[in-house]
């Protein structure tokens, strides 16, 4: 490699951390408390960080270089405070890769967080049920994925002092806390399911054919999120877990048509037993 791209790659990474230091002293000026928890809600969940208490609020776009979600159903700010007695941080809302962001922001906010102090993450999002065995409103705990989004967030420059150039994906969902949910889930008597979420690049739905390919590969739910930020936070070293709302049944396996406003509506009846659990487990982090 020639001294010059080893300088061009220096400077990338020079000017990213210096992006995510701009974010994080905005944010510390603001915060209360240093977090050590961090939460991401999808499609219709950002009501849990309304249990918050003793809470900082800051929007998006007054964080500097922080992207701003588009879609109905993601608000958009971070919310800081205290959450069954633990310090935690929550996005409330994400951005997603088919928005016209490049991987490189969808990274961007799992650097932050753990510039913050995470060191735990738990994720929400809202999936389609791949397997057939799947009903709406089941809840689904990820043991593993499949990236179909065509990308990765940490192809480019390497940030060396967050992780390694390599970060092994084998155990990127994390045994232990996997166990806590399965564990809270029992104590509260909530059927959690486990399984297998693809991410697909959308916005579209996927086509009854490639739902057959996805169930027949391995698949037991598809969505457009959560990969890039477990990809991001294994790297990081913070332990993560993900939960997906089946909010519908995919492409051809329902013969309706899909829509936003059936996610939104299955999210909205899942509440019941998310706040819970999500609480169980924090409370036992």
């Given at each position: 490699?020639?001294?010059s791209?080893n300088?061009?790659?220096s400077?990338?990474e020079?000017e990213?951390l210096a992006?995510?230091k ?6 510390k ?9 961090g939460?991401?809600?999808g ?9 918050f208490e ?8 007054e964080?500097?270089h922080?992207?701003?979600s588009t879609i ?13 007695g633990?310090?935690c ?7 997603h890769?088919y928005e ?14 753990r ?10 999002n809202a999936?389609?049920?791949v ?6 409103g089941d ?5 593993d994925?499949?990236?179909f ?5 940490l ?9 390694p150039?390599f ?5 990127a ?7 806590l ?14 399984g297998?979420y693809?991410?697909?690049l959308?916005?579209s739905?996927?086509?009854p ?7 027949r ?5 598809v969505g457009?999120s959560t990969?890039?930020?477990v990809?991001?936070s294994?790297?990081?070293?913070v332990?993560?877990?993900a939960l997906?709302?089946i ?13 936003h ?5 299955a999210?909205e009846?899942?509440?019941v037993?998310?706040v ?6 924090v409370s036992?982090?």
């Open positions: 490699m020639s001294e791209t300088h061009q790659r400077q990338a020079l990213a992006k995510i701009d974010a994080v002293e905005v944010i000026a603001r915060a209360h408390l240093t977090p050590s928890i939460l991401i809600l499609s219709g969940l950002g009501f849990i960080a309304d249990h003793d809470a900082t609020v800051i929007p998006y776009e964080i500097p922080f992207p701003r109905v159903g993601h608000e958009g700010s971070l919310v800081i405070g205290t959450f069954e633990q310090r941080v929550c996005m409330k809302g994400r951005v890769y016209g962001y490049p991987m490189s922001s969808l990274a961007f906010p799992i650097y932050v967080l510039a913050l102090g995470v060191e735990t993450l738990l994720v929400t999936a389609g049920g397997n057939p065995d799947f009903k709406v809840l689904m705990l990820i043991e994925h499949l990236n989004l065509g990308d990765n967030p192809r480019g420059p390497n940030l060396e002092s967050f992780g150039r970060p092994d994906m084998t155990f969902y994390a045994d232990d806390i996997r166990a949910w399965r564990e809270v889930a029992r104590e509260q008597g909530t059927t959690l399911r486990e297998v693809a991410a697909m959308g916005p739905y996927e086509t054919a490639e739902i057959r390919m996805l169930h590969i391995g698949a037991d739910a457009m990969v890039p930020e990809i991001v294994a790297q990081c070293g332990k993560v877990t997906s709302v909010t519908n049944q995919a492409a051809g396996l329902s013969g309706q048509p899909l829509s406003d059936e996610v939104k509506e999210s009846l899942a509440k037993r998310i819970p659990l999500l609480r169980g487990v036992k982090l």
